[in-house]
């Protein structure tokens, strides 16, 4: 799979937007971009995945460039409980072993 | 929504114990995870299953083992615990259809001490 590079860490105010960007230049046609969170002392949660084109849930947008070498994970109005740790990951559609990165460590303020 | 749900937060043991970690799904999903989590090591594949009564090793089984009577159930089993065995378990379920799998869905995991 993919190795991707995120920032380590960012701040957000609370109800703007937040943009996580996220660089995966070695992935290969068939592999899609995960986002997971991890609040502090839970389980990872999942957040959305897309292959190439934009996706939208009710949590966040992901974005995809077209070369798709890069992605940004958008939380278009950030709350103090969005304060986690944020991970893409890089996986094929049959891959069955998630492997978390540093992630961004994401700090929403008042 | 999917529910994962890990019969214990927070367990405490004593090295050579057999230690039981449960996991149940409610989403009749096939595949099924358990992973540890370390501080610096990020997350790691112990075993998965994708089916009943299968099971298949992941980056780390040694001193695991793993059982899925039911196909909501997945229990993983450390034969006599070890001091490097204190982590975070965690155990995750996905759905498998025709194209692959879908997102894994964890539950909030097992801190265990063993000591």
């Known amino acids: 799979d993919a190795k991707t590079t995120q920032p380590p860490s960012m701040d957000c105010a609370e109800g703007r937007a937040a943009n996580l960007p996220c660089n995966h230049s070695?992935?290969?046609?068939?592999?899609?971009v995960y986002w997971y969170r991890q609040i502090h002392s839970q389980g990872p949660q999942y957040i959305i995945h897309g292959l190439k084109n934009n996706e939208t849930n009710e949590m966040a947008s992901l974005i995809i460039t077209e070369d798709r070498k890069s992605s940004t994970l958008i939380l278009p109005h950030a709350t103090l409980r969005d304060t986690a740790v944020y991970y893409c990951?890089?996986?094929?559609?049959?891959?069955?072993?998630?492997?978390f990165g540093g992630g961004t460590r994401v700090l929403v303020k008042p | 929504d999917v529910k994962v749900t890990q019969s214990s937060r927070y367990l405490v043991k004593r090295t050579g114990e057999k230690v039981f970690l449960e996991c149940v799904q409610d989403?009749?999903?096939?595949?099924m995870f358990w992973y540890r989590q370390d501080p610096g090591l990020g997350l790691r594949l112990i075993y998965f299953s994708y089916d009943v009564k299968m099971k298949e090793k992941g980056d780390i089984p040694e001193g695991y083992s793993v059982s899925r009577e039911k196909k909501e159930r997945f229990s993983l089993i450390l034969e006599s615990a070890s001091t490097n065995q204190t982590s975070m378990y965690l155990c995750?379920?996905?759905?498998?259809?025709?194209?692959?799998?879908?997102?894994?869905?964890f539950g909030d995991g097992t801190r265990l001490s063993i000591l």
């Open positions: 070695t992935i290969s046609g068939n592999e899609y």
């Open positions: 995750a379920s996905s759905l498998h259809i025709g194209s692959g799998n879908q997102p894994q869905h």
């Open positions: 990951i890089v996986l094929k559609a049959a891959g069955n072993k998630l492997t």
């Open positions: 989403m009749d999903h096939e595949n």
